[in-house]
């Protein structure tokens, strides 16, 4: 007997979307959570990319972020700035929104889910064996479940007493990030860049305005400040901010009275692998990297929609427990490509003059328009495509939200994904498709498109005459009813279909 079939071990971005996924799944999932409140102590994540905007928007929530944040072209890379103006996507922007509201937006909707949340609890171990995992608390208690998943940071304890290996690269620069308060003035506000890294200052609370960042004039102050050595271990102080302010900037502006001070290095380690026997990892636990691009919370939510229907069809006994090394496959790249495009975003921060050449050359190059296209699309996320093999373009790229035309009216293709279900979208002669073997899973939908098919960074496509859709919103089949592949992508994808 489980507690619960699916346990996550931390409730931060990563955590908190695989609940809700598994929860839409109907599995029963709960969550462990060391604070005792959603609270997040200091500045994290700033925002929302274009990707994780749609992917909110295929469950249907993204409005409930929409309403909070502000809409910027926050994307960049080497220093220059993309507008995503012209993008085909229904979110060509970023959102500009704390970590803490979007935490608390997300854990609203996961509480609507009734997903069970222990507060105030630790994982302190778990011993896995055949057919589940025994969980141990810091209250003494121990949960069994079928599957643990690790969505507990960066120092992961699931990740750890997994044994799962966590290579990359040591840092090579140390920051202390506060929220304090200043007793003078600053001359200037804003980013400053030396020979020992970037800095900067700035008030908490600030408005977007025509696109643009204005700071409030009073309140507390947001400080991001380059320490001179790396490799410190204890937890930052006050007098480790000043000292780092006053190597700086030559004073600390009289600091006090911080309610944050944490500190993050460009340290780059990614999971060897994702998945041991029956304990996963998502989000930080699987990948820390320098927040430059602002991709840590985005790739944590997005591997969370990638794992949860495929665990959810694995805990229903619907998909063969292989199902699970998918993840692996697919998540494991894709947080490659951030490590390495975070990694070459440190090196191009630097000050000397060779690496300012570079950066020149990079803008440069970055002023072209395909170059500029596809690094916009790689920062936003609307560029991921899973390898599922040679075929139409749209073979494990992101399904677009088309604007369908079906008997009983419009709608939208993200809609038909709100119940985080597969669906199949025959826009060619209806009735030609027949799924019965899978109709308790697979959503045959029979509509119209005339428009264009237009993909970030590829440009226009042909158009199918169907896809198979998953519940990530991926593409996991592209073909017309005379084209075969459909019944193996639906058995590899969505399980056999039961016994007759
Ligand atoms: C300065 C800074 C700026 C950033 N800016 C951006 C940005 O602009 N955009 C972006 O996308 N990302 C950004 N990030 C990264 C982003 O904050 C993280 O990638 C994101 O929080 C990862 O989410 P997560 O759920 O995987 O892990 P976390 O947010 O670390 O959540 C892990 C959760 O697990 C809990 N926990 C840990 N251990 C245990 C345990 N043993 N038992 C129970 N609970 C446990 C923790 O309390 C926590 O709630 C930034 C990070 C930093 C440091």
Redesign the pocket.
Do not use: N, W
């Given at each position: 007997m489980t507690d619960h079939a699916v346990i996550i071990?931390?409730?931060?971005?990563?955590?908190l979307m695989l609940a809700g996924e598994l929860a839409l799944a109907g599995v029963d999932v709960a969550i462990?959570?060391?604070?005792p409140s959603q609270d997040v102590a200091g500045?994290?994540?700033?925002?929302l990319h274009a990707r994780t905007l749609e992917v909110f928007d295929q469950r249907g929530i993204a409005d409930r972020f929409l309403a909070e944040g502000k809409k910027a072209q926050a994307i960049g890379f080497a220093g220059v700035h993309f507008d995503l103006s012209g993008f085909p996507t229904r979110h060509p922007y970023s959102l500009g929104l704390r970590?803490n509201h979007i935490e608390r937006i997300l854990a609203g909707w996961v509480d609507e889910l009734e997903v069970p949340i222990y507060r105030g609890i630790?994982?302190t171990g778990f011993a896995q064996d055949d057919t589940g995992a025994d969980v141990e608390l810091s209250d003494g208690r121990s949960l069994r479940a079928q599957y643990l998943v690790g969505?507990?940071?960066?120092r992961s304890?699931v990740r750890k007493a997994a044994g799962i290996a966590f290579p990359g690269s040591d840092p090579t620069t140390s920051n202390l990030?506060a929220e304090a308060e200043l007793a003078e003035t600053p001359p200037q506000w804003g980013i400053r860049r030396d020979a020992l890294g970037i800095h900067a200052l700035g008030r908490v609370e600030y408005e977007i305005r025509n696109g643009e960042i204005v700071y409030a004039d009073h309140g507390p102050v947001g400080v991001l400040v380059t320490e001179q050595h790396v490799g410190q271990t204890a937890e930052p102080t006050l007098s480790d901010l000043s000292a780092a302010l006053i190597a700086v900037y030559g004073t600390d502006y009289g600091i006090h009275s911080p309610t944050s001070i944490s500190r993050?290095t460009d340290a780059a380690r990614q999971a060897a692998s994702y998945r041991k026997g029956r304990a996963l990892l998502a989000?930080?636990?699987a990948h820390v990297h320098p927040?430059d691009g602002?991709?840590?919370?985005?790739t944590?939510v997005q591997d969370a929609v990638n794992l949860g229907w495929k665990l959810a069809q694995v805990v229903k006994g619907m998909s063969p427990d292989s199902l699970l090394d998918t993840y692996h496959a697919e998540r494991h790249p894709i947080g490659a490509h951030v490590l390495r495009n975070t990694m070459a975003s440190i090196v191009l921060r630097r000050e000397d003059e060779r690496t300012k050449a570079l950066r020149d050359m990079m803008a440069e190059l970055l002023g072209m328009d395909e170059p500029r296209r596809r690094f916009a699309a790689m920062m936003s996320g609307l560029d991921i495509h899973y390898d599922l093999g040679e075929g139409h373009p749209l073979l494990g790229r992101r399904m677009p939200d088309l604007d369908l035309v079906t008997e009983s009216g419009p709608l939208r293709v993200f809609s038909l994904l709100h119940a985080a279900r597969p669906v199949l979208l025959n826009l060619g002669e209806p009735g030609a498709f027949d799924i019965l073997p899978w109709a308790d899973r697979v959503e045959l939908v029979e509509a119209k498109y005339a428009g264009p098919w237009e993909l970030p960074a590829l440009g226009t496509v042909t158009a199918p005459t169907a896809v198979l859709v998953r519940p990530d919103g991926y593409v996991a089949w592209v073909g017309d009813p005379t084209q075969p592949g459909l019944t193996d992508a639906l058995t590899t994808w969505f399980g056999p279909p039961p016994a007759a």
């Open positions: 071990a931390g409730g931060g971005p990563s955590g462990v959570e060391r604070r500045s994290r994540a700033g925002g970590q630790v994982v969505c507990d940071g960066g304890l990030i993050f989000g930080d636990a927040p602002g991709q840590g919370l985005q944590g």
